[in-house]
């Protein structure tokens, strides 16, 4: 078998005329030749009217790719709690189960509401205070006369409950509701005396400052009578001790 040297290049030719040089023209308006450049190298626009394999370039652009979707928008985690009490959405996922620096359990420590802590409802949230279940116990501290509840979760930017006094009587003439708000307190003082949690104010004087009743859908109100004297229907007399123990025990 013989071939000519041209019928050699002419065949070469034809395998290699699949792809473009290295500085030949490839594309361009009116270019009716092959647009794809050897490996390496990339078919680079000069003008309208031509374009370049340029080696180290870019390959030219492949289809366009569709724009990926947007990730969806992180939604805030249901807090799944203990209580069966709490309703409504809270506004902090609370601290948790390990007592934090610096902060307390409060507590009764005596029937009907033996190892019932402060919290609010709903949990975490503004709302009223009252005496529930050890799992969701709220965590305290006393500053500057103002009982504060700890409602972030670690590492989050701390965020804190102020427990307000009502002025108005309720119940009976000698009970004070207490709710937790995002404002501070105005009506008198809390303090932690001996293990108690204690609230005065100036003019109103308590035979017992210590004295609190715990009454219907265990909500909290200070008492400003006398310990177990005239106790109204559906609550029950309660003393409140902080504690600081890592967890809250049942
Ligand atoms: C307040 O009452 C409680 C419960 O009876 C008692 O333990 C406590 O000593 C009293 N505090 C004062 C200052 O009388």
New binding site residues.
């Given amino acids: 078998m013989y071939y000519s040297t041209t019928a050699l290049l002419v065949l070469l030719a034809g395998i290699v005329s699949a792809a473009v040089g290295d500085w030949q023209q490839c594309g361009g308006m009116n270019w009716a030749g092959e647009t794809a450049c050897n490996s390496g190298a990339g078919c680079v626009k000069i003008n309208d009217y031509y374009s370049q394999c340029q080696p180290g370039a870019a390959p030219a652009d492949p289809e366009p790719q569709p724009e990926p979707e947007p990730e969806p928008e992180p939604q805030p985690t249901e807090v799944t709690t203990g209580t069966p009490t709490a309703t409504g959405a809270p506004s902090g996922t609370g601290p948790g189960k390990t007592l934090q620096s610096g902060y307390y359990w409060i507590r009764a420590v005596?029937a009907p509401n033996f190892h019932k802590y402060i919290q609010t409802k709903p949990l975490y949230s503004t709302g009223d205070a009252l005496l529930g279940d050890y799992t969701t116990a709220g965590q305290f501290q006393v500053v500057d006369g103002q009982l504060l509840e700890l409602v972030s979760a670690p590492g989050e930017p701390v965020k804190l409950l102020y427990a307000v006094v009502s002025e108005t009587r309720s119940i009976n003439d000698n009970s004070l509701a207490v709710t937790f708000s995002e404002t501070k307190n105005t009506y008198g003082t809390f303090a932690f005396g001996?293990d108690?949690l204690e609230w005065s104010v100036a003019g109103v004087n308590r035979?017992?400052?210590?004295?609190w009743y715990v009454c219907t859908g265990q909500k909290l109100y200070i008492n400003l009578g006398n310990?177990?004297y005239q106790t109204p229907a559906g609550c029950a007399?309660q003393?409140i001790h902080y504690y600081n123990d890592k967890t809250a025990n049942n």
């Fill in positions: 005596a001996g108690d035979p017992n400052k210590s004295a310990y177990l007399d003393t």
